[in-house]
């Protein structure tokens, strides 16, 4: 038996908290367990041994169904892990025909050239089909702009089996092409970070409500059921989770709630989108027109395998560990001197849960969380903690707002 390289613990009190960082899934067991646990690893015992061990058959037997839980977590590993890519997105155009204040790539209007040719997309999908992953996502800038892009699509969808996400604003989706997307497309993720015309035009422009809507409604008589709407998190629209989630109801989609970003176009809109004396984060959950915002479960912590089972590919081929993750000191490589991208991913792994450049943002490695009790219940994702590292006063206000919450749900403790 050995603790496999994606498992963590945390120690509070007599308790000890057993994670399995690939998903978020754990298990609290009692201190003199763990330590039972640790000798035997020390001792290099099988579990026969381990079991065999005990005197006491309720012991025995209490502690096997501790190593049957640990197994459902995949805690314990008798090799290292070597994970392969579940989750490619490959950014086709950095333009788009929209403007959108939170923009994380600056994305040019419709009239500039692309980066990459059809070839040359054709080739990297090639090197993305043959790392087998479990889904493709393609995105932009917007990917319908490209007059190629059905092309594109075409051959993708003929050469790979998996799951294809398309990534889109939706107002280029329209009666003449709505039947070949629903066909060639297993799941639809659409922007529209708002909940009617007067919330959407601040982000995303005038008319693009009635558009979005609209093409979702056609998607939905096409008998297309998999179709995600998606709201980033701004300080113009964080009142309406609520709203959204009614929304959602309503058009039969399902609801994503996302972190902001402050790169791109996002940073030049920064007081427009964002309140730092006030930031309310993606992760707190509380009650909001009625409704609760339970965007962090309290029965999964921080899953972020950024660069290690995902990666993004952006417009130019460089990559990055994650779609947010894309500021420049970020880039692990470009595509185009990759051959095989599961053994270039399989050279970039570490201890780590994410790749290398995200670790120094796990909760449980950066100075400011590593010694909190609820590190990986309170940062669902690294990039947050990035985002507001430099931030102390919201920094500090997010911790004393999140933190006794957690205690509570976590270790049934209500101050520390």
């Known amino acids: 038996m050995k603790i496999a390289d994606s498992s963590r613990t945390i120690i509070y009190g007599d308790r000890v908290i057993l994670m399995n960082r690939n998903t978020g899934s754990w298990l609290k067991i009692s201190k003199e367990c763990f330590n039972i646990l640790n000798e035997a690893i020390e001792n290099k015992l099988t579990r026969t041994e381990l079991l065999e061990s005990f005197q006491d058959t309720e012991d025995r037997e209490y502690f096997k169904r501790i190593l049957v839980q640990l197994d459902a977590l995949d805690f314990l590993k008798s090799t290292s892990d070597s994970r392969t890519l579940r989750e490619i997105s490959f950014s086709l155009t950095r333009r788009c025909n929209l403007q959108c204040t939170h923009c994380i790539v600056d994305a040019p209007n419709e009239s500039t050239s ?226 095989d991208l599961n053994q270039f991913i399989r050279s970039q792994q570490d201890n780590g849960a994410a790749h290398s450049c995200v670790s120094p943002y796990e909760p449980d490695s950066h100075p400011l969380c590593k010694e909190c009790p609820v590190n990986l219940f309170c940062w669902r994702c690294p990039h947050d903690l990035y985002r507001l590292e430099s931030h102390s006063e919201a920094f500090k206000s997010r911790c004393q707002s999140i933190k006794p919450y957690l205690m509570k749900k976590i270790w049934e403790q209500e101050v520390i």
């Open 114 to 339: 692309e980066y990459l040719n059809t070839a040359e997309v054709i080739h990297i999908l090639d090197k993305m089909i043959a790392s087998n992953p479990n889904n493709i996502t393609l995105t932009g800038g917007e990917p319908l702009l490209r007059k190629d892009f059905f092309e594109i699509l075409a051959y993708l969808r003929m050469k790979f089996d998996g799951n294809i996400t398309l990534m889109t604003n939706a107002t280029l989706i329209n009666k003449r092409n709505a039947g070949v997307l629903s066909k060639s497309i297993d799941t639809f993720c659409i922007s529209i970070d708002g909940v009617d015309e007067s919330s959407v035009s601040i982000v995303r422009g005038s008319g693009v409500y009635d558009k979005t809507v609209a093409s979702i409604k056609l998607l939905r008589t096409l008998g297309h059921e998999k179709i995600s709407l998606s709201m980033v998190l701004t300080e113009n629209n964080h009142r309406l989770v609520g709203a959204f989630y009614e929304l959602n109801k309503q058009l039969g989609t399902k609801p994503m709630l996302r972190a902001l970003s402050l790169t791109g176009r996002a940073g030049q809109y920064r007081d427009l989108l964002t309140s730092f004396k006030e930031d309310r984060p993606s992760q707190l959950a509380d009650d909001r027109d009625g409704v609760k915002e339970n965007t962090i479960s309290d029965s999964t912590g921080c899953s972020c395998t950024a660069g290690i089972d995902q990666i993004t590919i952006n417009y130019n081929g460089d990559v990055f560990p994650c779609d947010l993750f894309m500021d420049p000191q970020f880039k692990i490589g470009n595509i185009n001197e990759i051959e």
